[in-house]
């Protein structure tokens, strides 16, 4: 998957861009359960993000579970984050975290929509 947008929410409920009006970034996820990301700012103001780990999606509860192993975000190492699954087709895949993939207190988690790798 390519990333196409990583919106930060407002606790009032605004889409922000969190890493620039173009970022980058990249997700796998396997069939054996396992998978990665990255979000690359296309500013120089935020560092990006970066997880691994196992992963489970209820299709039917709409909800993307990731077991997080490692990351680039210290505190995430260990942690089980849920997040809905706004749609999922054969061409793009959209999810709300419940973390946001920014540090501040200001956001309540992080809106993003990736387009299918062809």
């Known amino acids: 998957w390519t990333l196409m947008i ?3 929410l407002s606790r009032e409920g605004n889409n922000v861009p969190g890493f620039g009006p173009l970022p980058t970034g990249t ?3 396997g069939t054996d359960g396992r998978y990665s ?4 700012p296309s500013t120089g103001k935020q560092s990006g993000v970066s997880a691994s780990g196992t992963y489970t999606l209820d299709e039917a509860g709409k ?3 990731l077991k997080v192993e490692e990351s680039s975000v210290p505190n995430w190492k260990g942690t089980t984050q849920t997040g809905a699954v706004k749609f999922i087709s054969n061409e793009h895949l959209g999810w709300t975290t419940t973390a946001p993939l920014v540090a501040s207190s200001d956001f309540s ?3 993003l929509i990736w387009a299918r790798t062809k």
Not at 37 to 40: M, P, T
Request: aromatic share 12%; no cysteine; proline share 0%.
């Open 109 to 111: 988690g992080t809106e």
């Open 6 to 8: 990583a919106d930060n």
């Open 27 to 29: 997700a796998r996820f």
């Open 63 to 65: 909800a993307l579970t």
């Open 37 to 40: 990301f990255e979000v690359v």
